[in-house]
């Protein structure tokens, strides 16, 4: 492999769509809006007493809500063994779910800790369905990265701190194709020239369309109608060289069955693709100078009924060793520092240089945003969906 390293609250999708969405579809996915009528019952709340727990002595259960299948059942044993307490994960299959559970509840679900996307972060904060963080409580809070802190999602991480973190990148065949390929305005020209009819996009609407406007050096997150326009005709006539949408090309399959000579995917996801790949060294990954980042973030849920297990668990997880078993197992970095020197270092964790950012990527890379914007980009998707015919 060769690698180029250049320098009311609902997702956005379709019915048809939403029985298949992943994780990672959440977490590139977005919000239509923050809404009324979910937040509506909500009213700001004060943190808790500190849970069942004394000095010393933990409580026996900490409850997390989150993504399926989106913690490291090795760590949460350890943690466990280690501690004390039970750890119980319940999944929410849905962005939409995880608010308008919470929202209903006001601090009675009995969960203590949740998995939250960056754009979530400060409306449900401050409509007291999550409750505001005690750093001090937090022994390796300094061992977190800054370059995910402070963050205009939570500009005091008043709420939150990072849980994971990735990008958008793209991969292609150098077998096939045999220029180099260096930008979005490469992948999109290759893929209406050489790799057309064997390309690969991600299914969700914000992603997808990302290309076109980092190309144009046009802001992703744009509510000018003129540019949403102009995204919107370039892709009802670009999806015919699309052969699939797929959000996990890498996991699927799909990049190592000969088909595809160019993919569009998240980096976790093209570092499974190249894992399981039996010559991986056809395949050269790209992170162009401009693309986007998100931020999943760990939250305190008002009314937590363990929050000394909960920061105990957030504790531990800042542990360089305990952060490198959670990054290997996600395919995502953490965000605490000295693990990518550790996973460098390590013969057990492969393409970490796919994992980890460098400040001046982060600093160029953009987080979206909630705006007027998001319901034509989820028409472009269709539209482009259906010129390709899937």
């Avoid at 750093?135 to 977190?144: A, E, M, V």
């Avoid at 096939?176 to 050489?194: M, P, Q, V």
């Avoid at 290309?211 to 006539?237: I, R």
Wanted: a negative charge.
């Amino acid at each position: 492999m060769q690698i180029m390293n250049q320098e009311s609250i609902k997702i956005l999708a379709s019915q048809a769509m939403s029985a298949k969405l992943n994780r990672r579809m959440f977490l590139a996915g977005g919000l239509a809006g923050i809404g009324a009528v979910m937040l509506a019952g909500c009213s700001p709340q004060t943190s808790g007493s500190g849970g069942s727990g004394s000095a010393g002595q933990l409580s026996d259960e900490l409850g997390i809500y989150s993504f399926p299948s989106y913690s490291s059942p090795d760590v949460i044993k350890t943690f466990s063994a280690k501690n004390g307490p039970r750890v119980t994960i319940d999944s929410f299959t849905s962005a939409e779910e995880m608010v308008a559970k919470l929202s209903a509840a006001q601090g009675t679900t009995g969960y203590d800790l949740v998995t939250s996307p960056s754009a979530y972060v400060l409306p449900l904060g401050e409509k007291g369905v999550f409750q505001k963080l005690d750093h001090d409580r937090l022994s390796n809070y300094s061992k977190l990265n800054p370059s995910l802190m402070g963050r205009s999602f939570d500009p005091s991480n008043s709420y939150s701190i990072p849980k994971a973190t990735g990008s958008t990148g793209f991969a292609y065949d150098n077998t096939k194709i045999s220029r180099k390929l260096e930008t979005w305005a490469d992948f999109l020209d290759a893929g209406a020239n050489e790799a057309s009819g064997r390309m690969s996009m991600i299914d969700d609407a914000r992603t997808m369309t990302g290309p076109y406007f980092w190309a144009n050096g046009l802001d992703w997150n744009t509510e000018n109608k003129a540019h949403l326009k102009a995204c919107q005709d370039f892709f009802v006539k670009y999806g015919s060289n699309i052969k699939y949408f797929d959000t996990s090309v890498g996991t699927s399959g799909k990049m190592n069955s000969g088909e595809l000579d160019l993919v569009q995917g998240f980096n976790g996801d093209l570092r499974m693709g190249l894992l399981n790949e039996k010559n991986p060294e056809r395949w050269t990954f790209v992170f162009p100078d401009i693309s986007e980042v998100w931020i999943d973030n760990w939250a305190l849920a008002s009314g937590a009924p363990n929050e000394d297990a909960a920061y105990a668990y957030l504790d531990f997880l800042l542990e360089p060793k305990n952060a490198l078993a959670e990054v290997d197992y996600l395919g995502y970095d953490t965000g605490v520092l000295g693990v990518a020197e550790e996973a460098a270092m390590s013969n057990a964790t492969k393409y970490p240089e796919l994992m980890f950012f460098t400040p001046e990527q982060m600093s160029k890379w953009t987080l979206s945003e909630v705006n007027s914007g998001r319901q034509t980009l989820v028409d472009v998707w269709n539209e482009t969906k259906s010129a390709a015919g899937a």
